[in-house]
Every structure is written in structure tokens, then in C-alpha cells.
């Protein structure tokens, strides 16, 4: 009896798959790589942090066929269960859902793009921070200059006094926009890191495994936060001054 561990990029631990019985067995091999208990124990955590409140946000992991595993529409994400996903093929066909009642999120289109954008893309999370939006409103072009930052680093940016930018793209009210100018503005230039901004919405990161995904979250989490409490302090500043 052969038996392999699976222990990669997937935090939900070590899984034991007997292979004499799984060899040739598509749907088996699968779930023994199963992201869907890894973003639901994310899920929570996000939404425990106030980044996933109102079932805002969607996080989405991609399996080695290409398609990718996406928390459905509308569903609480302090409480998710196997069954709120939905698993999307690389051309945005829905694949597989475990609800009949299950929808995709509009914002699927979005991981969608990332992932046809970036073939080493393995997981992407989309959150709705405040920090998220109120420094995407501290410029009205559509790059936001980041302080340099030793978090930075974390990104894989190796600069001494870094001039890096993130992304910003508008708020489309029709998400299919969105991706459509993610996928342009993408194709023309790549960004540095692995972050773009939707003004006035929220935060999407992508990355080689979930673990480094929900990573890069945190990275530009602090780095947001640092950005309004610099501005409180200019602010009250100015007005001390005044
Ligand atoms: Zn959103």
C-alpha cells in the first residue's frame, strides 16, 4: 500500500491519500488537495480582523487543472462550510457547486483575470478593508505611491528607499469592467507587487500559495495602516500649526 503526504501550499495540514486506491481517480486526487478547509479558516480569520464583514469579499485558490475553488455569493464568511463554493474553469464556466442554490460572486471575473494574467497565481484573496479604501482616496491618479518600508520586503522588494506604486483602478459598478482593465493595464505592465486597489472598494492580492496570499494581505495591511496614521499625524500637525 503506497501512501503520500500532501503537505505543499495548502496549510490545512498534512493529508494522508492511500494511492493504491486514489491512482487514476480524478476526483479523489482532488480533494486530497482540497483548498476550501484553508479559505474557510482564512475566511474567518478575515472576517474576525472586519476585512470580510456583511459577506463582503471572496478568496479563491486554484487547483492544478487551472480551475479554481471561489467563496460563493452572499455568504457569511465567519461561517462557511464546504459547501459555500463554487469551483470556476479557466474560461469562467462554473464546474462544479455543491448547492444547487450557490452563485458565483460578480467579482469572480476578477480572479478570473489574475489567474489568466499570471500563470503562477495559485491562490487570490479580495478583501474590503477601511484602510484599503481611505488610502485609495489619498490620490486621484491611478497609481498610489507606497512609503519605503522594511514590509516591503516581504513583497520580494529588494531596494534600498524603495519608489514603489500599487495600482488603482475605478469602482465600475459593472465588475466585468473592472477585470477589463485589469487585463489591459496588466498586460501592458505588470505591477511591482502582487496588490492592486479598487478605489473606494477594496484590496486584491495574488500569490504562489495561499499562505503567502493571505501574507501579502497583512504586508499591505500595515503598510496601509502606516499611510492614514502618517496622514493623522500631518493633519493634526497643520493644525497645531494653524
Ligand atoms: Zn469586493
Redesign the pocket.
Known amino acids: 500500500m503506497i501512501f503520500l503526504i500532501y503537505n505543499n501550499s495548502y496549510p490545512s495540514g498534512g493529508r494522508m491519500v492511500n494511492l493504491s486506491s486514489s491512482i487514476g481517480n480524478d476526483q479523489q486526487l482532488r480533494s486530497a488537495i482540497d483548498p476550501r478547509p484553508t479559505l474557510i479558516t482564512a475566511a474567518s480569520h478575515f472576517y474576525q480582523l472586519g476585512w470580510m464583514v456583511g459577506t ?3 478568496l479563491s485558490a486554484k487547483q492544478p487543472d487551472g480551475s479554481f475553488w471561489i467563496t460563493a455569493s452572499g455568504c457569511h464568511k465567519g461561517q462557511l462550510g464546504s459547501k459555500d463554493f463554487i469551483r470556476i474553469a479557466a474560461d469562467g464556466r462554473v464546474v462544479e457547486k455543491p448547492s444547487p442554490e450557490s452563485r458565483p ?1 460578480a ?1 469572480t471575473s ?1 480572479h478570473q483575470s489574475i489567474y489568466s494574467l499570471f500563470p503562477d497565481a495559485k491562490a487570490c484573496y ?3 478593508t477601511i484602510e484599503a479604501n481611505l488610502v485609495s482616496g489619498f490620490t486621484k491618479e491611478d497609481t498610489l505611491p507606497l512609503p519605503p518600508l522594511e514590509m516591503l520586503k516581504g513583497f520580494g522588494v529588494r531596494e534600498e528607499n524603495p519608489q514603489i506604486t500599487v495600482p488603482v483602478f475605478v469602482n465600475h459598478l459593472d ?1 466585468s469592467r473592472i477585470s477589463s482593465e485589469i487585463c489591459d493595464r496588466f498586460q501592458a505592465a505588470p505591477p511591482s507587487v502582487n496588490v492592486l486597489l ?1 478605489r473606494n ?2 484590496i ?1 492580492v495574488w500569490a504562489s500559495s495561499t499562505e503567502r496570499a493571505q501574507i501579502y494581505l497583512e504586508l499591505a495591511d500595515y503598510i496601509f495602516r502606516y499611510m492614514v496614521a502618517a496622514r493623522q499625524i500631518e493633519l493634526s500637525t497643520t493644525s497645531i500649526k494653524n
Open positions: 463582503a469579499g471572496n460572486s467579482e476578477i479580495h478583501v474590503h465588475v479598487i472598494h477594496g486584491t
